[in-house]
């Protein structure tokens, strides 16, 4: 299985939760949104020739070919 090690800093992604009231958090919490990426680095495209597959329940799926 393929792990990269790389975690973006402070939970940085390319898309946002906003953390808004309803299923996974209450109108009492207050927590800010996660940081948008804003700088690229060349590792973050170092990904691998054949990417492991999951279903949605995280498990393993071999390719048919």
Same mark, same amino acid.
């Given at each position: ?41 060349? +590792? ?15 498990? +393993? ?5």
């Amino acid at each position: 299985m393929y792990e990269s090690g790389l975690n973006m800093i402070e939970h940085q992604g390319l898309t946002i939760n906003w953390k808004e009231p309803g299923l996974h958090y209450s109108k009492n919490d207050v927590i800010k949104p996660d940081p948008l990426l804003l700088d690229w680095k060349p +590792e973050y495209e170092d990904l691998p020739e054949h990417p492991v597959i999951v279903d949605v329940n995280g498990n +393993e799926m071999i390719p048919q070919s």
